[in-house]
């Protein structure tokens, strides 16, 4: 029962573009969301998250928006660096937390 | 230096070898977690332990066993395994359950395990 969605395997943007990454997830009792990523041969690192109360947070860069009654959420990424290239993991979470396959993000120079 | 440490880093073991993967965290987190990642698929949570006691079994085969001896350390023992087991093994801790749904965990870099 896969309750977290990532239907986009891979995305490739320019650099200084924007970068959108979608999750959709089927269980409304997650009360959290958050996105990770990931490097080759490192762990997942924590990125950001948003509480189910509310529909946008933003840290530097990154944003995440939150549509509920869709639930939905997408991950924004402005400007977009060579840097940011990784898979990128949404998860949500209620007593545990349940992860997204993941999007692979490519920026190119 | 992520602040969870796992070893090995590889692991080739055949189907009746028995191993272990280790896992160490010196955060004071009191929640720590296996996951299981295969090919394209979603991060699968496998066990979750509190405190040092196993709240979670999310249905996983006997053939995985974990061991929590204290709140810094996490096992997880391998025996007779079979080739689709084969993955990246990843462990993780939070300062408690319900915080690191709130605040991310915080993952080691993973065992990449092949079974032959």
């Known amino acids: 029962d896969q309750q977290v969605k990532q239907n986009s395997p891979s995305l490739s943007v320019q650099e200084g573009r924007i970068s959108i990454l979608n999750c959709d997830y089927t269980n409304s009792m997650f009360d959290y969301f958050l996105w990770y990523k990931k490097y080759p041969a490192e762990g997942p690192t924590f990125l950001i998250s948003?509480?189910?109360?509310?529909d946008k947070n933003e840290d530097g860069r990154f944003t995440v928006f939150l549509n509920k009654s869709a639930k939905h959420l997408s991950l924004h990424i402005v400007p977009s660096q060579p840097g940011d290239s990784a898979v990128y993991f949404c998860?949500?979470?209620?007593?545990?937390?349940?992860f997204g396959a993941g999007t692979r993000l490519t920026v190119k120079p | 230096e992520t602040g969870v440490t796992q070893t090995p880093r590889h692991l080739v073991m055949g189907m009746t070898n028995k191993k272990s993967l280790k896992c160490e965290q010196h955060l004071g987190h009191n929640a720590m977690y296996w996951y299981k990642q295969s090919a394209k698929k979603p991060l699968e949570l496998m066990f979750v332990?509190?405190?040092?006691?196993?709240?979670e079994n999310n249905s996983v085969p006997s053939r995985f066993s974990p061991e929590c001896p204290n709140s810094s350390h996490l096992f997880l023992h391998l025996h007779t395994l079979q080739p689709e087991d084969s993955a990246l093994y990843l462990c993780?801790?939070?300062?408690?359950?319900?915080?690191?749904?709130?605040?991310?965990?915080?993952f080691g870099s993973g065992t990449r395990l092949t079974v032959v």
């Open positions: 332990y509190s405190l040092e006691e196993r709240v």
């Open positions: 993780a801790s939070s300062q408690d359950r319900r915080t690191g749904g709130i605040y991310g965990y915080t």
């Open positions: 948003i509480s189910s109360i509310k």
């Open positions: 998860a949500a979470s209620a007593d545990d937390m349940r």
